[in-house]
T-cell receptor, first 112, second 113 residues
Framework: EAQVTQNPRYLITVTGKKLTVTCSQNMNHEYMSWYRQDPGLGLRQIYYSMNVEVTDKGDVPEGYKVSRKEKRNFPLILESPSPNQTSLYFC???????????FGPGTRLTVL | DAKTTQPPSMDCAEGRAANLPCNHSTISGNEYVYWYRQIHSQGPQYIIHGLKNNETNEMASLIITEDRKSSTLILPHATLRDTAVYYCIVRAFGGTSYGKLTFGQGTILTVHP
């Protein structure tokens, strides 16, 4: 089944403790992206990647890192999480940046 | 990206057609209209998209006005499982907006028994 998977789905952590949220797609998509969703602010793009080893900032990249070493994986790294990064995170992928994007199930992160 | 305007909420009776409007009066000639929906904090689900012609797939129909300044998403026979937030997105390609989907507040559609 074609899908985008994220792990973990739920995470509670403390300020400053490094964490990684994984994203994987099995559709051989070139384009992948991370969004965060907050009440009243909608979904905002954090980072995106047009292909392996090519990444770029979205609208709200501060406090996040990404890497794209393999086509199928696009992990989101929070090196020193802070409470303002408490949010619902979604990974998305598409064949190219101009094609329809498909979203993962989401990761709900709470930083205490 | 062109901005979109949607009503904050709508109701629909189960089995009836749900018609969700979207205004995008500043749309450019090469911008597509996309519709996604989100069911209770799940990942947004792609529904349909179009440029200027009406489109239909197994989920819905998309009607775009001739001047492209507005569109309507039609769910022909709404069910309770169609209760969700529906997002109308006008998508730009290239430049700093490459690949980005700009989600607004959407329309909360509630389907009643």
């Amino acid at each position: 089944e074609a899908q985008v998977t994220q792990n973990p789905r739920y995470l509670i952590t403390v300020t400053g403790k490094k964490l990684t949220v994984t994203c994987s797609q099995n559709m051989n998509h070139e384009y992948m992206s991370w969004y965060r969703q907050d009440p009243g602010l909608g979904l905002r793009q954090i980072y995106y990647s047009m292909n392996v080893e090519v990444t770029d900032k979205g609208d709200v990249p501060e406090g996040y890192k990404v890497s794209r070493k393999e086509k199928r994986n696009f992990p989101l790294i929070l090196e020193s999480p802070s409470p303002n990064q408490t949010s619902l995170y979604f990974c998305a992928s598409s064949l190219t940046g101009t094609d329809t994007q498909y979203f993962g199930p989401g990761t709900r992160l709470t930083v205490l | 990206d062109a901005k979109t305007t949607q009503p904050p909420s709508m109701d629909c009776a189960e089995g009836r057609a749900a018609n969700l409007p979207c205004n995008h009066s500043t749309i450019s000639g090469n911008e597509y209209v996309y519709w996604y929906r989100q069911i209770h904090s799940q990942g947004p689900q792609y529904i349909i998209h179009g440029l200027k012609n009406n489109e239909t797939n197994e989920m819905a129909s998309l009607i775009i006005t001739e001047d492209r300044k507005s569109s309507t998403l039609i769910l022909p026979h709404a069910t309770l499982r169609d209760t969700a937030v529906y997002y109308c997105i006008v998508r730009a390609f290239g430049g700093t907006s490459y690949g980005k989907l700009t989600f607004g507040q959407g329309t909360i559609l509630t389907v009643h028994p």
